[in-house]
């Protein structure tokens, strides 16, 4: 299932991108790149956790092959797709199975990363995102118009449990005199339990991603609700290439921002009126400032390096 989120719906993490067109859906692909790099390493992780819990023993009550030869144990063990425990005391050592719930934690906390940013983005205020929303589902109970994440939510919630449950397993790698049921006894809950969750988590975060409505235009209006000065550093770079002392550079861009803010007006216009400014900044490189397309021109070279060609 981790394998059908990595590699079936590149398309989907990659929703959103184009190619400088809007900077907006550019950048928000960049945040799924992030997500679908972090899935192809829970893939590895998973691989190598796999490989570390895999293993049997059947080599007596502590370990010595006292009454059963070790060719028997390599058989048995060769049936049942497992690899013989190089050394074990009366159990498998728990390391491993703690190894691998803590991998099963990973994966699910790399869930919530995404359910938790899905959530916010789609707050009514920001509103850049949306999961699936079904004809007839009912939103918030108090607010009719309000669409509550509910499977963000949910994947929130039960990651923690996820979590919990690899806590549990580290417990179990310490026992009294190298074997009592108090391990047991846990991992009959949650090793089930862990293992059934994250395959739910799996499957409700593909059909989010799948069905994922994204609004550039609303990207695109959040980012003009700042007046422009998100792109202060870059005048603030620019200033400094004509020779202007970082301080001074500063407090200039710093001053007209914060008039910028406070009277809800055009950061570029008040710039371009300013005296200092518009001594060492025609109006072109102004106006270059403030180009979205000039902060992603590396995109390409990021997706190139995680084997997705633009």
């Given amino acids: 299932m981790l394998c059908r989120l990595t590699l079936e719906h590149k398309d ?7 190619h400088g067109v809007h900077a907006e859906p550019t950048a928000f ?21 796999k490989a570390v819990v895999g293993v049997g023993k059947l080599s007596g009550a502590v370990g010595t092959f006292a009454h059963v030869d070790p060719d028997m144990e390599a058989e048995a063990c060769r049936a049942l797709g497992l690899e013989p425990a190089p050394i074990s005391s009366q159990i498998i050592q728990r390391d491993r199975h703690a190894e691998f719930c803590a991998t099963l934690a990973v994966i699910a906390a790399s869930l919530e ?7 916010s983005l ?8 949306e999961e699936p929303f079904a004809e007839g589902q009912k939103g918030s109970s108090a607010m009719p ?5 509910v499977s963000s939510e949910q ?10 449950n690899a806590l549990a397993a580290l417990e179990n790698v ?7 049921i108090s391990h047991s006894s846990v991992e009959r809950v949650i090793l089930p339990d862990s293992t059934t969750l994250l395959d739910f988590l799996l499957h409700r975060m593909i059909w989010i991603l799948q069905g994922l409505q994204v609004y550039p235009q609303r990207m695109r209006e959040n980012l003009e609700r700042s007046h422009g000065l998100i792109y202060s550093q870059r005048v603030l770079g620019k200033l400094l290439e004509k020779g202007l002392a970082r301080q001074g550079a500063y407090e200039v861009v710093q001053r007209v921002a914060m008039r910028a803010w406070r009277e809800q007006r055009s950061f570029q216009e008040l710039l371009a009126q300013d005296p ?14 403030f180009d979205p397309s000039w902060y992603l021109r590396n995109v390409d070279a990021i997706y190139e390096r995680l084997g997705l060609h633009p």
């Fill in 145 to 149: 118009h309000k669409r509550n994440p």
């Fill in 113 to 119: 990363k995404i359910a938790l940013e899905i959530r």
């Fill in 122 to 129: 789609q707050r009514t205020e920001i509103l850049e995102v």
């Fill in 155 to 164: 994947i929130c919630g039960l990651a923690r449990l996820v979590r919990t």
């Fill in 276 to 289: 200092e400014v518009a001594a060492r900044l025609s109006a072109e490189e102004l106006k270059a400032c």
């Fill in 29 to 49: 692909g960049l945040k799924a790149l992030a997500w679908y790099s972090e899935a192809g390493r829970n893939l590895e992780r998973m691989a190598r956790a």
């Fill in 12 to 18: 989907t993490l990659t929703v959103g991108r184009t």
């Fill in 174 to 180: 310490a026992l009294w005199h190298e074997r009592d």
